[in-house]
């Protein structure tokens, strides 16, 4: 087994597991729910804010085979699965 890092091995799944986030997820979830996905954003910041752990969420609701009805990915999905361990 091999070591991963706290912030890797804890980093949030869905929209409403993101805190302190949320102008970014109603943002993200208003972009999903309208059917109006630009084709690429950017995600900035300082270190640490969770610019990867957004983009990741993004990446697995939009890809999702089955999204839950709060638009949040479904985690069990090939697609969902894959994100998470970063093979997709």
Wanted: charged share 15%; hydrophobic share 30%; proline share 3%.
């Amino acid at each position: 087994m091999t070591y991963q890092v706290l912030a890797r091995k804890w980093r949030p799944q869905t929209f409403d597991d993101l805190a302190g986030q949320d102008h970014i997820t109603s943002t993200l979830t208003n972009a999903i729910q309208n059917q109006r996905v630009g084709h690429a954003y950017i995600f900035v910041g300082t270190r640490g804010i969770g610019k990867t752990t957004s983009a990741r969420i993004f990446a697995k609701a939009l890809n999702c085979e089955t999204p839950r009805a709060d638009l949040n990915p479904c985690g069990q999905c090939t697609n969902c699965t894959e994100i998470t361990q970063g093979s997709s």
